[in-house]
């Protein structure tokens, strides 16, 4: 399954024909068929190409909606470094 | 638009163009169910569906209201309706409530009502949370619309068999929290 970058996922933005995925958890959706994502867009507060598992904190509903999703990969764990 | 009443909107922290923009969405999610609405109820019929077909056309018209309700609130607020309907349908908040595969499957034409009332319960639990505090009037309505919402999800899923809500039917009025909306 492919890994990607953050840079990468920004890409599928669901606009200009490019495919719409989105992050919850290091899964990756392809949200891209779905009517609420039209051109990348979801309920005007959240945009394709993203990690929204902080949003969904806040979503009226939960992880679970996006199950129903393809899922197309993983999200490439950041690790920071301590200073 | 109402001046002052979008600036205080704006003052309180909200950002007012989102939230015109969720209540367009919403709007266009009332107004096309509305009308899907209209083509469940033809095909609620027979034994099973007659029995539903009253609760469908309460929700049918309550739902018309909240749109004739939020429309006023969007125009206060700076922002209006899309011109090009078909723009307007694709922007809604909801995905279109059609009509299942066999109309004559009463169970699944249930489905997609409940599921139609559950997406308008998530939407205006949203704005309700987004303007608690902070813009008074659209909190109000939203909250209106809400307690009607939470009542059509209750009907239809008894109706599903998910247990009982408590709710009655209508008795002659409809729409009794956004009825002072539409005055």
Request: with cysteine; charged share 30%.
């Amino acid at each position: 399954m492919k890994e990607f970058s953050k840079e990468e996922l920004a890409r599928h933005d669901g606009r200009n024909g490019h495919p719409a995925y989105v992050a919850c958890k290091g899964k990756v959706y392809d949200v891209t068929r779905s009517f609420l994502w039209k051109d990348g867009d979801h309920q005007v507060l959240h945009r394709a190409g993203a990690d929204l598992t902080d949003s969904l904190k806040q979503a009226p509903h939960d992880g679970d909606a996006l199950e129903k999703f393809p899922i197309v990969g993983t999200l490439r764990h950041v690790r920071t470094e301590p200073s | 638009m109402a001046r002052v009443a979008r600036e205080m909107v704006e003052k309180s922290g909200i950002n007012v163009d989102q939230l015109v923009g969720l209540l367009v969405k919403n709007a266009a999610a009332e107004l096309t169910t509305f009308y899907y609405y209209t083509i469940l109820r033809c095909n609620l019929i027979g034994l099973k569906g007659e029995g539903i077909k009253e609760i469908a056309e309460a929700a049918r018209i309550e739902d018309r209201n909240h749109f004739e309700a939020l429309v006023p609130r969007i125009y206060e607020l700076g922002g209006k309706l899309p011109e090009d309907m078909k723009a307007f349908h694709d922007a809604s908040a909801c995905p279109p409530a059609g009509l299942p595969k066999d109309p004559t499957d009463v169970q699944a034409l249930l489905k997609v009502l409940v599921e139609a009332e559950r997406c308008a319960v998530r939407g205006y639990t949203h704005i309700c949370n987004l303007t608690a505090g902070k813009d008074h009037r659209t909190y109000d309505l939203s909250q209106a619309i809400l307690n009607e919402e939470i009542e059509h999800e209750s009907w239809f899923s008894e109706f599903l068999g998910e247990g009982p809500s408590g709710h009655f039917m209508r008795r002659g009025e409809t729409s009794p929290f956004v009825s002072k909306f539409l005055r």
